[in-house]
């Protein structure tokens, strides 16, 4: 089992997860979050004067997912949330050691 | 002679005291509310909705009296009818032959307050809300009640002849000059930046404070006829003119058009047209706003770097200099057939001038010292900033037990 994290840019969010939905991934877990990769930031100008902003909103997308269905998810979030632009973002996959479902207090593959 | 009540002067000065009550709570609140980080948003509306409520019982207590009483050698108004003691319904304000006493008072009252709120705009993010109580009482005492008696209570600048329709010095040279007296001694903020956290916020409460500006400005004509419609059309042309120039201005500098730059002009031009509101034309209004938004911008973003004070949300960049200019150009283009009171220098009376910048100077330089009297005189007993940690941790939380968003 492996934990997918995608952090992508906030208004690609309805085109990954209708992707994914597609494709047929449907759990995860999103969270709105700040951060700043090679964009560094971006200017805001207020009454004349230019302030950096250095971290900027990013959604977080985290999905469980078998072995198996890995590269498919990984490739539908990378076509999905691409502008070819800085700021698109990354994905981190990380090995998960155990998954319990709490309804029903199943584990392993069965409960991802 | 017996002065007779109008019920239209009277039902449209008291349409006009609402309105310009609607100028503080909320208008400034939400206006400088929007502007400041979101940890401080509770505590910068609080210090608008407190000072109305503190100002509106000085007032009544004795601020009013001392302020509109007899002239006393210029100076002072005679204390009589201390809290409303021996106001009857039905008395005719001395000021105001049409109107009710009470009215008058009440209208005043609304001036007084929002004088002290717009200070706050200076101060927010790091001022004691102990001192900022004590400072209310002090400043409204001791600045805002000599000064306004001066100039509208039939003192030495009224005598002088100095014009000023609706609180050009009375209310924006005086708190955009006590706002840098104070921040001269509190000093600046860890984080200086100007990051709204809300702007929305700010947009609704500068709305609010172009429309309460009606009865702030056309109101000051204290009766329900031509010189108020007059006073109210040179009021929007000033403030839209003032909103047009901030946004040129914008796009001179950094290209783009932005919101904060539209309202600060809208009220940059509100600012200027306020002294002169029942002595100018429509044209001269344009003129006015136009200028007034070059001057101001040039001062927040200029100036104010320079000298390197900290005054966080523009207190004297906006009030402080737009009401300069707005004073000092009544001087400029009063016409004498809008209202025979006043002659400018283009309609061929340079003495006009020589008084609005009198009167400019004096109430400046009062307003700076006694306000960096009293500034200091809290400053060694109350203390006039939170600690460093309070301040890192944002002032609604560690002030007031409370948060402005529940996330």
């Not at chain 1, 951060?35 to 250095?54: A, C, F, H, K, V």
């Not at chain 2, 109101?219 to 040129?248: K, P, Q, R, Y």
Request: proline share 3%.
């Amino acid at each position: 089992m492996k934990e997918i994290v995608a952090i992508i840019r906030p208004e690609k969010l309805e085109e990954v997860k209708n992707a994914l939905e597609a494709a047929g991934c449907h759990g995860m877990t999103v969270t709105e979050v700040r951060g700043r990769g090679r964009q560094l930031g971006i200017t805001e100008s207020y009454r004349g004067r230019d302030y950096r902003i250095d971290l900027l909103p990013k959604t977080k997308i985290e999905i469980v997912v078998n072995d198996e269905d890995v590269d498919t998810v990984v490739e539908t979030i990378v076509k999905s949330a691409q502008t070819g632009d800085i700021g698109d973002g990354k994905i981190f996959i990380s090995g998960v050691d155990e998954v319990v479902r709490i309804r029903t207090g199943e584990s392993g593959k069965k409960a991802v | 002679m017996d002065a007779v009540l109008n019920s239209g002067d009277t039902a449209w000065m008291l349409v006009s005291t609402a309105l310009v009550m609607l100028m503080t709570v909320p208008g400034v609140a939400l206006f400088y509310g929007g502007l400041t980080k979101k940890e401080n948003v509770l505590n910068t509306m609080f210090l608008s909705l407190i000072a109305f409520a503190v100002t509106s019982i000085i007032w009544v207590l004795y601020g009013y009296q001392f302020a509109f009483g007899a002239d006393i050698m210029g100076f002072i108004g005679s204390p009589v009818n201390l809290l409303m003691n021996g106001v009857g319904v039905n008395t005719a304000a001395a000021l105001a032959p049409t109107i009710p006493d009470f009215l008058y008072i009440a209208f005043q009252l609304t001036f007084a307050a929002i004088t002290v709120a717009l200070i706050s705009g200076a101060v927010v993010e790091r001022m004691k809300f102990s001192a900022w109580l004590a400072f209310i009482v002090l400043w409204v005492s001791l600045v805002y009640v000599p000064v306004a008696h001066w100039v509208w209570g039939g003192g030495f600048l009224a005598q002088l002849g100095a014009l000023d329709f609706a609180g050009g010095t009375v209310v924006h040279i005086n708190s955009g000059v006590a706002a840098l007296a104070l921040v001269y001694l509190i000093g600046k903020r860890k984080d200086t930046r100007l990051l709204p956290h809300n702007l929305g916020y700010s947009v609704i409460g500068a709305s609010l404070l172009w429309f309460g500006w009606f009865g702030f400005n056309a109101g000051s004509a204290l009766t329900a006829g031509g010189l108020a419609a007059s006073a109210f059309l040179v009021t929007n042309t000033a403030a839209a003119a003032g909103m047009v120039s901030w946004v040129i201005m914008d796009y001179l500098k950094v290209g783009k058009p932005t919101v904060l730059g539209g309202i600060s002009g809208a009220v940059a031009g509100l600012v200027a047209i306020t002294p002169a509101a029942g002595f100018v034309t429509v044209p001269a209004a344009l003129i006015i706003g136009l200028v007034t938004s070059v001057i101001s911008y040039l001062a927040v973003s200029y100036l104010k770097p320079r000298l390197g004070y900290d005054d966080a949300l523009d207190v004297f960049g906006i009030h402080g200099m737009s009401g300069i200019w707005g004073s000092v150009a009544t001087g400029l283009f009063a016409a004498p057939f809008i209202n025979e009171l006043g002659t400018g220098l283009i309609y061929g009376n340079p003495g006009q001038l020589t008084a609005q910048v009198i009167a400019v100077a004096v109430v400046a330089a009062y307003s700076f010292v006694v306000t960096l009297i009293i500034g200091k005189l809290l400053d060694f007993t109350v203390g006039l900033r939170v600690s460093s940690k309070e301040e890192i941790e944002g002032l609604d939380t560690h002030l007031h037990e409370e948060t402005g968003y529940r996330i």
